[in-house]
């Protein structure tokens, strides 16, 4: 298979979406792979914070100001994405009540508002706050979500330029020729199908990925390290706004609201290993016997999952590797100096500063190609397109709700997610596929994300894609067993107290029921795993 376009972006995680976006505004078409799907790295594997800055506002003004700045382009650009539900920044006992004392100081370096609360206003505010408090302040953080993010970038970038996304696609080899990339070799994972990508441009925004991506192409110069983050999800929604302990950047002390639910991370720990990154039992337990102290409340409260991200950091020369104390800061390696005149690699950053590693990005490709288009990134709203709106809590309910339609049965409770959701994910998103598996519809519809984490509605959803011919029995049966197996991953460092029930239900229903147990990664009967 060989594919033709002007530019193209390795990884689809929400920066190589955004770069995809911003050339697209510039009339320059692109082609983006991933060798997995949209935001199955460090993109979906965080906790949706919208830095206002303040969490790095002690330590690198400079990283803070970015965070700042950007955070209030986004709200303007992609509001739809974003609940825009403020923070806040609480000391408690036994935290320095210096570094409190400096904490405002520190953030109107950076630009950063930032208020000092009464502590009975701040109870009033957020009842859960640990009543051993003792300083607080508001500052504008706000929550993201990067699964809609990454959808709909891509979505108009096929809009505006023809762009084309292709999942399960992963770099093998570039062939090159007198110091430029001539075409990307590539393989898809699923079917092991060679893919030929020629391209003018080539760029390398793989995460924790772009280390090898670049020595594919045969350049030394970037050096990543790679720190792992767990973060615990709870069944219920227990602040309106994102809570941050107010000391220094530690583990368990941002608890964030995401929809219905909570999350409290994140750990930070270095590894060596991408092909094995899960949370543990230890990392959990850090969590939330930090987070309680914030937010008592955590250490009773049901958690439903635990998952895992990594942080792919800019390592300096002479570095030391401790994930707490890398920048956040991104860098662009145009990588002339390793002989390379068409590839660029963007790496390090946040998902808070996104668009602008995707506008640093656009002006060195466009001025490569002769493209004098100023980046419209930060005066282009992204648009809210309806079709596209199934990641939002709630939006398939309301839907579901207008229709009044009684054979279009709800499929997902937890989420009210119906059969027309599903359908529409399949039949018109980005990355859609004929045999589309439950994680990529999960992506774009909200399946699974639930308090039952996919326990029934996996079952649901299969039997409705076997209705519709998109699986055959045996088929739709794996493809069930891969998506709790992932769910199942970070469920099992929470099996205690009211989610141990939901364990042995789930149990009951995925190996007395269906059989899972005895069906293998091919679909076909095999011994008990």
Excluded at 8 to 26: E, F, N, P, S
Excluded at 39 to 47: E, F, Y
Excluded at 489 to 513: D, I, N, S, Y
Aim: with cysteine.
């Amino acid at each position: 298979m060989r594919y033709d376009a002007d530019v193209l972006v390795i990884g689809g995680g929400v920066t190589g979406c955004g770069i995809l976006r911003d050339l697209a505004l510039r009339g320059i078409r692109g082609i983006l792979i991933d060798r997995g799907d949209l935001a199955s790295g460090a993109s979906g594997g965080n906790h949706g914070l919208l830095h206002s800055g303040g969490r790095y506002a002690s330590g690198d003004t400079e990283t803070a100001a970015e965070c700042r700045i950007e955070g209030e382009i986004l709200k303007r650009m992609a509001p739809r994405a974003i609940d825009d539900c403020g923070g806040l920044f609480v000391a408690v006992e036994g935290d320095d009540p210096g570094f409190a004392e400096r904490f405002p100081g520190r953030c109107a370096a950076a630009g950063i508002a930032c208020i000092p609360l009464d502590l009975a206003e701040v109870r009033r505010m957020e009842p859960a706050v640990s009543e051993r408090a003792i300083a607080a302040c508001a500052v504008p953080d706000a929550t993201i979500d990067p699964f809609r993010l990454t959808i709909e970038q891509v979505a108009d970038a096929g809009r505006l330029a023809e762009s084309l996304f292709l999942p399960h696609t992963e770099v093998v080899g570039f062939d090159i020729m007198g110091g430029r990339i001539l075409a990307a070799r590539c393989r898809d994972t699923r079917s092991g199908e060679a893919v030929t990508i020629h391209a003018r441009q080539f760029v390398n925004a793989a995460g924790a990925w772009s280390m090898a991506v670049a020595r594919l192409a045969g350049c030394d110069d970037v050096r990543v390290l790679w720190s792992k983050g767990t973060l615990v999800i709870a069944n219920t929604r227990l602040t309106r706004r994102v809570v941050n302990r107010l000391r220094p950047p530690g583990d368990g002390d941002i608890l964030v609201p995401g929809g219905t639910v909570s999350i409290l991370g994140t750990t930070s720990d270095t590894i060596t290993n991408l092909d094995v990154v899960r949370p543990t039992p230890e990392e959990v337990d850090r969590n939330i016997e930090e987070g309680a102290a914030l937010i008592p409340a955590l250490a009773h409260t049901r958690l439903i999952r635990a998952f895992a991200g990594v942080r792919p950091l800019i390592l300096p020369a002479g570095g030391d590797g401790d994930g707490r104390k890398a920048s956040r800061g991104f860098t662009l390696f145009d990588h002339l100096d390793q002989g390379l005149e068409n590839f660029a690699t963007i790496a390090g950053g946040k998902l808070t500063t996104f668009r602008l590693m995707a506008e640093r990005t656009g002006d060195l490709v466009a001025a490569r190609l002769a493209n004098r288009e100023p980046c419209r990134t930060a005066t282009e709203p992204l648009p809210a397109l309806e079709r596209l709106s199934w990641t939002e809590p709630g939006h398939s309910a309301k839907v579901w709700i207008a229709n009044k339609n009684p054979a279009d049965s709800i499929l997902c409770e937890c989420e009210m997610v119906p059969k027309s959701t599903v359908d529409a994910v399949l039949d018109g998103t980005p990355g859609a596929e004929p045999r589309m598996p439950l994680r990529a519809i999960g992506l774009r519809s909200r399946i699974g994300k639930g308090t039952c984490q996919g326990s029934f509605c996996s079952m649901r959803v299969t039997s409705h894609l076997y209705d519709r011919g998109t699986y055959t029995g045996r088929e739709g049966l794996a493809l069930m067993r891969d998506f709790l197996a992932e769910r199942f991953k970070g469920t099992r460092p929470v099996l205690w107290g009211a989610q141990m029930p939901q364990a042995e239900l789930a149990e009951t229903l995925h190996c007395g029921l269906s059989g899972l147990d005895l069906i293998d990664a091919h679909g076909e009967d095999g011994e008990p795993t």
